[in-house]
């Protein structure tokens, strides 16, 4: 079966590192997509990444490695509106997204 | 400004009545998702639609109706037989041409049923 793994709840400190990590099983691969939600709020694109390797884009910062069915997604210098939930997603052979549960980021003065 | 709308935001029905919740989109995309968001799940597909007059049933396509008549629009209908309609609705669309797979989302509808 398609599966999708990250963790339910992650708290940090402002102005600290996280890293959230999230493994997948998906029926082929074609990426991985990891999104932002703050809550009641539609989901908003953070990255894509196709290739295993780091990609960065500012604060963020995202990782893949295909051989290991896994990611994680980096925010540095943590600002209070960092906190949302983060959804890792992975497109399968139809190029479908398969969804995470999603990952809530709580940030603490 | 190019994006998804999405109408009303919140929306409140009575158990065994029909509603159908809008979406729409200026971004020129070929490609319509609908999704379900519950509590403590990942986002599930309910239908999609990669061109007008043709969709495809998702994960959970049942008690629910889709039209695409227009490449701009793609309503979702749930019907009575959802057997458990209150959630967040999610609206999404794509390009289908080119490497970008990235899905626009539109705002939400929160639906109440009692």
């Known amino acids: 079966g398609q599966n999708i793994d990250q963790p339910t709840e992650m708290t940090a400190t402002e102005g600290a590192i996280v890293q959230i990590n999230c493994t997948y099983q998906t029926s082929g691969f074609n990426g991985l997509f990891w999104y932002q939600q703050h809550a009641g709020e539609a989901p908003t694109f953070l990255s894509y990444n196709v290739l295993d390797g780091l990609e960065e884009k500012g604060r963020f910062s995202s990782f893949l490695s295909r051989s290991k069915g896994y990611s994680y997604l980096l925010l540095k210098e943590l600002q209070m509106k960092d906190s949302a939930s983060y959804l890792c997603?992975?497109?399968?052979?139809?190029?479908?997204?398969?969804w995470g549960a999603g990952t809530k980021l709580i940030i603490k003065p | 400004d190019g994006g998804i709308t999405q109408s009303p935001k919140y929306l409140f029905r009575k158990e065994g009545q029909n509603v159908t919740l809008s979406c729409e989109q200026n971004l020129n995309h070929d490609a319509m998702y609908w999704y379900r968001q519950d509590p403590g799940q990942g986002l599930r597909l309910i239908y999609y639609?990669?061109?007008?007059?043709?969709?495809q049933k998702g994960d959970i396509a049942e008690g629910y109706s889709v039209s695409r008549e227009k490449k701009e629009s793609f309503p979702l209908t749930v019907t009575s037989a959802q057997k458990n309609p209150t959630a967040f609705y999610l609206c999404?669309?794509?390009?289908?041409?080119?490497?970008?797979?990235?899905?626009?989302f539109g705002p939400g509808t929160r639906l109440t049923v009692t």
């Open positions: 997603a992975a497109m399968d052979s139809n190029y479908q997204l398969i």
């Open positions: 639609s990669q061109i007008v007059n043709d969709f």
């Open positions: 999404a669309s794509r390009k289908l041409a080119g490497e970008s797979y990235e899905q626009y």
